[in-house]
């Protein structure tokens, strides 16, 4: 008798009215109408099953502080910088770490159970990440978390930053991180991202940069990245976070060098559209840039691309509730994915293509990988994508940890009440 049987589901693939069994924590079988006795048997028909939603960018350490001490009135990002900086003195390890948890249970009642969080390491008490590496541990039955050792400050801006940076490591954080256009000179950002490439080289970790945050169009340190991973054999582990000065940049240099040259070193790619398109373009009149990186012409040149939430009701971001399929959403409308494909891409952004980022074991949909999955009131990635649907079921390692109702309203008139579901069979 196998642990758990799930029947007459469908799958992010197309497949459709397929069972899958599952037993001592992993995927056994995908087929129609398979023939076993299971301890638990969950019939969802016609509903998706996919694997488990990836925020590739994210922000825990802030997660939740919205207001504290004060509201970033500007909405830009470097307004949120010094939000965060006042905040900083009067944090305490049980605040972040309580934080921390919450977001994460919202986490996994939205199908979210792998975060790669970026982590402050400005801070000489290094609290955070004592904090985030705390809560790895206790939650990580639930869900997995992937940190990275960020200087918010600057690697060389902030005078103990790289000091820092090494002790966050030796601690056990998971990646290196910097922030290259916010290091006082362009000359200064691209040293530091050849000393991040250097010490990931030298260590054998993987690289998140945030990279190119900004505006204006000369801000080009993915150039210096793409440079640095392949001259120190770093591609695969390598990625570029937010690149929204792409946004801005002249059409020939970004087609006929930049993209080619991303593509060539193997970079991933990871946009936020929901951050990305409310800090950038503050300082412009008319027409309005929005700044999202140029995810169209990434995926058509090979790159992975990912999304990312980035944040949560913290001093860069007053709303969320860390649903990827929010995130997917908007990065669909802004990135103009309306093809079939496209839009079967940007569900993947929240689910596949951020799992090669964050370079996850056993993630996916196949017999002998790990049974982490997500059972959607909905038939297809497209209407998950249009509905945003109820979670019913989220299930890790074969054990369901989270349960949903369906969603059905009802319409109530002189007639006989009817159910609305929403859907039209076109996709």
Request: charged share 20%.
């Amino acid at each position: 008798m196998i642990d758990l049987l799930i029947r007459s589901v469908n799958l992010p693939c197309g497949a459709k009215n397929v069972d899958i069994a599952i037993d001592q924590g992993k995927i056994l079988e995908i087929a129609p109408h398979i023939q076993a006795q299971a301890k638990e048997v969950l019939c969802h028909p016609g509903c998706l099953v996919t694997a488990p939603f990836v925020d590739s960018h994210f922000h825990m350490d802030s997660t939740l502080s919205l207001g504290q001490p004060r509201l970033n009135q500007s909405g830009t990002l470097l307004e949120g910088i010094t939000v965060w900086n006042e905040l900083k003195p009067d944090l305490t390890f049980e605040s972040i770490k309580q934080r921390a948890i919450e977001l994460c249970h919202w986490s996994v009642a939205r199908g979210t159970l792998a975060i790669r969080s970026h982590v402050d390491v400005s801070d000489d008490s290094l609290m955070a990440v004592q904090a985030l590496l705390e809560v790895r541990r206790e939650l990580k039955h639930l869900i997995d978390l992937q940190l990275v050792a960020f200087p918010q400050n600057g690697y060389y801006r902030s005078p103990t930053a790289r000091q820092n940076l090494l002790r966050a490591l030796d601690l056990g954080v998971d990646v290196i991180g910097g922030i290259p256009h916010f290091e006082r000179t362009r000359a200064e950002g691209n040293r530091s991202i050849t000393a991040l490439c250097e010490l990931a080289a030298d260590r054998g970790l993987p690289v998140d940069l945030h990279c190119d945050e900004s505006d204006d169009p000369d801000s080009q340190h993915i150039e210096t990245l793409a440079y640095e991973t392949q001259r120190l054999g770093l591609q695969g582990r390598v990625t570029g976070s937010h690149l929204t000065s792409m946004h801005s940049m002249d059409n020939y240099y970004v087609n006929s060098k930049l993209i080619p040259l991303i593509s060539e070193a193997g970079l991933h790619v990871v946009a936020n559209p929901l951050i990305n398109i409310t800090l950038q373009g503050r300082h412009d009149t008319y027409p309005k840039r929005r700044g999202m990186t140029r995810v169209k012409e990434l995926l058509a040149a090979g790159v992975n691309v990912a999304f990312g939430h980035d944040c949560v009701m913290d001093p860069w971001y007053s709303l969320g509730s860390h649903d990827m399929l929010d995130v997917a959403h908007m990065g669909l409308h802004v990135g103009q994915l309306t093809g079939i494909d496209e839009m079967k891409t940007a569900f993947a952004a929240v689910t596949t293509h951020g799992a090669k980022v964050l370079g996850l074991d056993g993630y996916g949909l196949q017999p002998g990988n790990r049974a982490d999955l997500v059972i959607l009131q909905a038939s297809n990635p497209i209407e998950a994508l249009r509905l945003r649907p109820a979670r019913l079921e989220v299930i890790r390692h074969g054990q369901v940890i989270c349960r949903t109702a369906a969603v059905v309203p009802q319409l109530l008139s002189n007639e006989q009440p009817r159910d609305i579901s929403f859907v039209q069979d076109v996709f």
